[in-house]
């Protein structure tokens, strides 16, 4: 037992030691935290909910430096914001949540309660978590959230996530109770959002307008289709672009431009700002027929 302790201590230390550098203590007008410099020209990634309408604060690095910030990107949606500090250390390795799997080691480091380069460790509880999030009118879930028992406080938002290499696996969000934090996930589909926010500032959105559950596929086309859930369609917004194209309550959404769907998730990476006013296929199970609509998307307005 001694010797895996002294591995876990030996773990936990080596990524603490890699990556508070690479984290930053964070202040703002309305409040402070933690952000993860991710690139050499000094961008750091934080929440969105932690920069709230800010254009600017002051960064203070684990060496003690200090730098101004420039607030590059905020996406209320994803609760992702870019900055950019005039001088920053070296950023971190940014690596992808998709590869992580339940009851791994994770380390977490931010500024709980002004404590800058406080580490706390821990293991992924449950992956593929949603967390509702609410900006105006505009209502989404993001995706594949993960879920750790790796202490966060307040302070803790913004900072990160890491794998046993010190590969930054999430940016912390949420502290959702005892013994429960959360962390959105750096994967393929937050990247783009993140690379979104360094070059437009903000993240376009498609809007559809319907609302739905997943469900099983009947067995027949279950096998015929080789998909064996859908989305079923419990609300259509009215004059809504599903609405005009003829999508009903209790349609079975199978595929959306002909990649299949199995949840509300798989709608929202393909709304995104390229669709915005094309014809979007849809091909719904009504009354045991496939039928395909074309839905023509708008664009999503966060208030």
Partial sequence: MAGELDAYSRTVSAVARTLTPHVASVAMRRGSGSAVIFTDDGHMLTNAHLVGSAAHGEA??????????????????????????????????????????VGQLVVAVGSPLGLAGSVTAGVVSALGRSLPVTRGQAQRVIEDVIQTDAALNPGNSGGALADSHADVVGINTAVAGFGLGLAVPINPTTRRIIDTLMVEGRVRRAYLGVVGVPAPLPDDVAHRTGQRAGLRVIEVVADGPADRAGLRRGDM???????????????????????????????????????????????????
């Fill in 60 to 101: 203070t690095y684990s060496d003690g430096e200090e730098s101004p910030f420039e607030v590059v990107g905020v996406d209320p949606l994803s609760d992702l914001a870019v900055l950019q500090a005039l001088e920053a250390p070296e950023p971190a390795v940014l690596g992808n949540a998709d590869e992580l799997v």
């Fill in 253 to 303: 959404i199978l595929t959306v431009a002909r990649e299949q769907i199995r949840d509300a998730q798989g709608i929202q990476r393909k709304l995104f700002a390229e669709v915005i006013g094309t014809d979007l296929a849809v091909t719904v199970l009504r009354n045991g027929a496939m039928v395909d609509v074309y839905a023509r998307p708008t664009e999503l307005t966060v208030g």
